[in-house]
């Protein structure tokens, strides 16, 4: 086993281009895999989170990679030895070249891209299980429509129980092993581990069979993607995402790293339900995101708040109108996961994907032809467009994405954006909104002061929100959370 200095020595070496994976399944080799899960659950369940899920859970992907072949058990990891090589995993995570050892963009961008988009989603709990709460608990049942997808009776006839059942059973297990790390537990077991009123160990059962995989299962899931695989997910390079218990070789379940289910029984739904009626699936979506955020523009008191025919939300106060486009997902799990740029190109410019949005607002914004009543009314306004996304749209404003996005626009013979159309992940656009509001600003304000001023145009939307908290004008607006997210916590947590 590595002590610190070692670790330290590889990853000096690894800034001139030494590969570390195989010295960290070295290092695991011939571990007691049982054993060491139980200490990554214990330091997944510790209070200072010092060790990000996104570490650990590529610690257990390595100790299961080597427990097929290993016949002969040394100890366990301790937690320090556990931090020694999360460590190493962070430099893995972190590689400038490739990912989980296949090559992969070397360009600074690409590698950006791909460390947020492997990190970030674990890292923000806070903030998408409540939006996740509101989406499909409190707005997707709402707009079912006759004879369309209906989410709550399609996952009941599928899955054997209601997905009230399969939160209030995901809640109570997180809280479980948050005070039980590393407990393994069983479908006959959780009825008395958790107690929950009305809920018997059939269907313990049977949420567990949505939730959980094999050792075997989950190694089948690590192929790292290539090119020709038609529906590559973001859990093959976690597994996590998708089945956050593992089986353990004595018929028992253990769930290592407690966030993962919280993930999974909120954004998650995800996995279910897209697997029942794909195109009615993103339908529903479409639209329940759509209302989303009206629901969230609905708590600006000093902008007006409509909507278009085709869908577009304008904010406005006496000078400025802010348009936004609303899109669910901005990329496939390969640009996600490489960062490549060519991927990335096919995500950003498919049909209805994020460059017509930005098409649709330069449209909007400089008409041709016959005005619609929709740019008569912005007729002597200051119009900014805003591309949203539901789904993670990390670094979507920085010059990266904005490049991708503007080339394709130059290859259809448009012009670039500018900075008059900015682009975030739901989560910035939030901020802004609970900006305004605490601060007693107009958001369409606030949305062209940032797109109109070089030092904030490139920069995300919530890290604007927060720089302005910082300036000192707006050290009454510390709480960045809009009513729609503590609305939906205090309902569900």
Known sequence: ?????????????????????????????????????????????????SLPPSQLALIVRYLLENESGTHVRDRGLTIDELAAVCEMAASIITSPDSAFGVKVSDSSWSMAHRIAYQQFPDEEESSYVPRSLAVYRQIAPSLVEEGGFDLER??????????NDAWNIGYALTQWCLANPGTSFSSASLEQQLGLADIDQDRYGKFLATQACAYDVY???????????????????NPFRKFPILILPDGNHMLPIPAYLLRRITHGLYYDLIELDRSGYIGLIGRTFKEYIGRLLSELALDSVSQSDDGVWVVSNDNTAVLIECITRPFGAMSRSTGNRAHLHADLARRAGVVDSVKRLQDIRHPTGNNSRLVEALQGKRTVGVVVALEDFYLANGPFIRGIVDEELS?????????????????????????????????????????????????EMDAYAR?????????????????????AASKFL
């Open 154 to 163: 399609r996952y009941r006839d599928a899955y054997g129980l209601t997905i």
């Open 1 to 49: 086993m590595p002590n610190q200095k070692t670790v330290s020595a590889y990853l000096s070496s690894h800034l001139s281009g030494v590969d570390l994976a195989p010295a960290l399944r070295a290092s695991l080799r011939g571990r007691g895999v049982e054993e060491s899960i139980n200490t990554v659950a214990m330091a997944a369940s510790a209070s200072d989170n």
């Open 219 to 237: 190694r089948s899931m690590l192929s790292t993607p290539t090119e020709g695989q038609s529906h590559f997910e973001p859990y093959n390079l």
């Open 467 to 487: 720089h302005l908290t910082l300036l000192g004008d707006h050290s009454e607006a510390n709480n960045l959370t809009p009513t729609i997210l503590t609305n």
């Open 411 to 459: 290859n259809q013979g448009r012009t670039a954006m500018g900075a008059e159309i900015q682009m975030t992940h739901v989560g910035g656009l939030e901020a802004a909104c609970a900006l305004a509001v605490t601060s007693g600003e107009s958001l369409a304000g606030l949305i062209y002061r940032k797109s109109n001023q070089h030092e904030y145009d490139c920069l």
